[in-house]
């Protein structure tokens, strides 16, 4: 049984139709990518999955449970992690304490016991800054703890989106072009993390442009056009599909 | 790592207990009336600022209305007491909860919208409750006001304004055990997710922060800071009128945290203290300080979007040069701990 | 109520609600060039009325007083832009929002020290006698203020669909990305949004003093009233801002002769609460869409 199943679905913003009867499926402890030209809907579906929107038609089933109508938060309580593209870390804040809000739900202190700082929200902060830094040291970056995230360059910053969306424990972990604008030592670091990831357990599905990232790491691709699903299938099938190399006709695969 | 955070802990205490000890202390000083009355107001008014900073500081959320919430605090206590009969301190108690109530109601709609829907939603609300206290005739004198309003006693002591020190030391307790706890707040769960719901509320709630959750409860605790303020007040000069919660005080409560600095307890404390006691110092010029305040806020979300407490930390960087903005870690200074230990020592 | 009477209250209240347009119409040109919803709105109305008295009691006659305090006032928009929004375009809403209130807190004290504490009057611009119409009186200053609202409303309509400049205000209000390829500078439309919303708010100031009087806390509660009809009508929509402003003094006018005076001002913020918790969009507008 797939641990996430994508079922018709479709989008539609007033009249575009950014998503139209999608459908594909996740097994436990893939990393799957999400592959396409620019304004096929990648993003739109990232969206879909982590209950930011809900589709138009169709259903999302993760783990036996319905995503849509969900909210998002409550999509990642039940085991949805993601990173978003245009990076959305909290710049002014601690690298740390970036991840510490991601343990947000896996924590329970309430108001009452921060105003007053009993014993046990103390031990339960203990507990959250050690796993926070667990998540920093799963990606490599514990030595910036300390840092203001908005000082990171760019591919820590990418990495410290992962550390936070692992510190929420997902089943799945949706990475939106986690190595964009990256060089090539940066983008073989990610690609190292990202297979550990894996490795922990945790299934990837991944949105990217960098077709020598997405080949290498995969083990299936979905290939997006318009809205459609063009292609799915193992990397070598999908590089020689004839319909996928001309939506990119002109781009290397 | 670790030695540094307790550094940082001690030091927000030692800032805290500095400023208790002056605080709590100021009557030995100070023999005028007078004067310790202006400090008895100017506790109620930073316990309100204390819960907009929570607000508006930690949640990036606002509220024009907030004397609407003083206003329950203040007319909850006044009739419950003259009316009713009920005892100061279970009055007070109610009001809160009338104010708690009042939040939830207010809250749970607008908070789903933007920053702007939520400021005019506030502001209507300051506005009918502003109104219904002139309008309701029977239950609250309309703009004669209510007098005769008992004063808060425990067993023989009484706090009047016949006994100041009494009543310094009891809402100077209370306004410090409110910043303490919002110092408190600002490096724990739900501060630290309130923080990031201010800077990304789509990247917070994909952490798995329930935002809407979390906004609702900051603003019933913001009311219910007010709500307290206004019972203090009330029972305090014991006689209240409609003309106290204008829109005009909840814009002056606004001003006030913002002056101070948004987003961090020691600037609301700072802005607070700047927006009570400056227009005591400049009486003789008192028609221009509203002018001085609007023009200071423009002025600030300018210049210095972080307020008055902001300004050691800029100092600094001019003194360390352009090359201090590129060392590791320099950033990280400039966190609530450190800021808020700054700001003690000004 | 007789028919008679019924009759009064829409006549006073379209007077009213008049106002209400024009100070709808204001926050509408602004919000739908900046996002900007511009607290210090009602300053502008209460600015243009004050300066009007002023420049009469100076001697000039009323049509010149009237320009004049629209100008002075628009000027006074303009500054406003310049120093204190322009710096924070780009900034959060927040300190958005806050600025426009340190405004609005600046000019209204900034009047009082001014003009003094009361309210000061205006003659009527063609005196008192009232006139009968189908059984209601109208002072002929409620058909001055109905006429020249009308006239400003379709003088703005003509601006913005026939001028360049006017059109520039559009095509950045839908898609300022593409506005700014086609070589429309923002900064200036957004000066143009302030000058036009200065204006006519002060416009609708001068209206209303003859009949209401004017006062340096009055534009306080006419801004509010102001908001209320834009959020009613839909904010964003000019034509949902000038009949929400019409609505709004209906009702309000209504509320009076059913309920009682002393609730006349709760009116705006019921209807303004009951729009945004059940229709934030309001009756014109369309759903405000949150991007990710």
């Given at each position: 049984m797939p641990i996430l199943r994508v079922e018709s679905v479709s989008k539609r913003f007033g009249g575009l139709e950014?998503?139209?009867?999608v459908t594909f499926s996740l097994y436990e402890g893939q990393i799957k990518a999400l592959i396409g030209p620019n304004g096929a809907g990648k993003t739109t579906l990232f969206n879909l999955v982590s209950a930011i929107e809900a589709p138009t038609e169709g259903s999302i089933v993760f783990a036996g449970k319905e995503i849509t109508g969900m909210t998002s938060d409550r999509a990642c309580r039940v085991g949805i992690g993601r990173t978003f593209q245009h990076s959305k870390l909290f710049?002014?804040?601690?690298v740390l304490d970036n991840v510490k809000v991601g343990r947000h739900a896996k924590s329970n202190a309430g108001l009452l016991a921060a105003f007053f700082t009993t014993p046990r929200h103390r031990r339960e902060e203990q507990a959250i800054t050690e796993a926070s830094i667990r998540a920093l040291r799963r990606v490599g970056?514990?030595?910036?703890?300390?840092?203001?995230?908005?000082?990171?360059?760019l591919g820590e910053r990418h990495l410290l989106e992962i550390a936070r969306a692992l510190a929420t424990e997902p089943r799945v972990l949706l990475l939106d072009e986690p190595a964009a604008g990256l060089n090539n030592e940066e983008t073989d670091r990610l690609a190292d993390s990202v297979r550990r990831i894996r490795d922990e357990g945790i299934t990837v599905l991944l949105v990217e442009h960098d077709m020598g990232f997405v080949m290498n790491i995969s083990d299936e691709v979905v290939v997006l056009d318009y809205g459609r699903k063009i292609a799915e299938g193992p990397p070598l099938m999908i590089q020689n599909d004839e319909e996928v190399i001309r939506a990119y006709l002109g781009a290397d695969l | 790592m670790n030695g540094g955070r307790l550094l940082t802990f001690a030091r927000r205490h030692s800032a805290f207990a500095m400023f208790a000890v002056v605080a709590l202390g100021a009557p030995i000083f100070l023999n005028n009336a007078y004067y310790l009355s202006v400090l008895a107001f100017t506790a109620t008014r930073l316990m309100i600022s204390l819960g907009l900073n929570l607000l508006m500081?930690?949640?990036?959320q606002i509220s024009l209305g907030h004397a609407a919430f003083v206003g329950i605090g203040a007319y909850g206590s006044a009739i419950m007491t003259t009316r009713?009969?009920?005892?100061p301190w279970l009055a007070m108690a109610l009001a809160a909860c009338i104010a708690a109530f009042a939040a939830v109601i207010i809250g749970i709609p607008t908070l789903k919208l933007k920053g702007h829907y939520l400021a005019l939603a506030t502001l209507g609300v300051g506005e009918i409750v502003f109104i219904l206290l002139v309008q309701t005739k029977s239950l609250t004198n309309g703009t004669d006001g209510l007098t005769g309003i008992p004063a808060l006693a425990v067993g023989g002591l009484r706090f009047t304004q016949y006994n100041p020190r009494a009543f310094h030391l009891l809402v100077w307790g209370v306004a410090l055990v409110m910043l303490l706890i919002s110092l408190n707040l600002s490096d724990s769960r739900v501060g630290r997710s309130l923080k990031g719901l201010h800077r990304s509320e789509v990247a917070a709630r994909s952490l798995g922060v329930d935002t809407a959750f979390h906004k609702v409860q900051i603003f019933v605790v913001s009311a219910v800071f007010a709500s307290i303020a206004g019972s203090f007040y009330a029972y305090y000069v014991q006689y209240i009128s409609p003309d106290s919660f204008t829109l005009t005080f909840s814009v002056l409560l606004v001003t006030g945290v913002v002056i101070g600095g948004l987003g961090s307890v020691w600037g609301a404390v700072w802005g607070t203290l700047l927006v009570a006691l400056l227009p005591e110092y400049l009486r003789q010029y008192d028609d221009y300080t509203n002018l001085v305040f609007g023009i200071l806020v423009i002025v600030i979300m300018i210049f210095l979007p972080t307020g008055m407490i902001g300004v050691p930390a800029l100092l600094g960087k001019w003194r360390r040069g352009i090359r201090g903005g590129g060392r590791p870690g320099s950033g990280a200074a400039m966190t609530e701990g450190t800021g808020a230990a700054d700001g003690g020592t000004v | 109520m007789s028919f008679d009477q019924f009759l009064q209250y829409i006549v006073s209240g379209i007077t009213n609600g008049s106002i209400y347009a024009l100070t709808a119409l204001g926050f509408t040109l602004i919000y739908n060039a900046t996002d900007i919803i511009n607290f210090a709105q009602g300053e502008f109305v209460m600015l243009g009325g004050l300066t009007a008295v002023s420049l009469h009691r100076l001697g000039l006659p009323l049509p010149v007083a009237f320009c004049g305090a629209v100008l002075i006032v628009m000027l006074v928009g303009i500054i406003f832009e310049l120093l204190a929004i322009r710096p924070l375009l780009k900034a959060s809403v927040l300190a958005q929002i806050i600025v426009t209130i340190g405004a609005s807190l600046a000019f209204r004290t900034f009047a009082m020290i001014f003009w003094g504490r009361d309210s000061l009057p205006l003659p009527a611009f063609s005196g008192e006698t009232p006139i009968k119409i189908f059984g209601a009186r109208m002072t002929p200053q409620s058909l001055w203020v109905m006429g020249l609202t009308l006239v400003i409303v379709v003088a703005l309509q003509l601006f913005y669909r026939r001028t360049l400049a006017g059109k520039a205000v559009r095509a950045c209000s839908v898609n300022p990305e593409a506005a700014r390829l086609m070589g429309i500078s923002y900064s200036r439309v957004v000066l143009i949004s302030f000058a036009v919303s200065a204006a006519i708010s002060a416009a609708g100031g001068v209206l209303i003093t003859p009949s209401s009087f004017m006062g340096y806390g009055s534009g306080a509660m006419i801004g509010l009233k102001g908001f209320a009809a834009a959020i009613l009508g839909g904010l964003g929509s000019p034509i949902g801002a000038v009949l929400g402003g019409l609505a709004l003094g209906v009702l309000e006018s209504l509320a009076v002769g059913v309920v009682s005076a002393g609730y006349k001002d709760a009116v705006a913020f019921l209807i303004l609460l009951a729009v945004l918790f059940v229709r934030p969009q309001g009756l014109m507008g369309q759903r405000p869409v949150e991007k990710v």
């Open positions: 950014a998503l139209r009867d710049d002014d804040m601690s970056i514990e030595e910036h703890a300390a840092a203001q995230a908005g000082s990171l360059p | 500081g930690q949640a990036g009713w009969h009920m005892d | -």
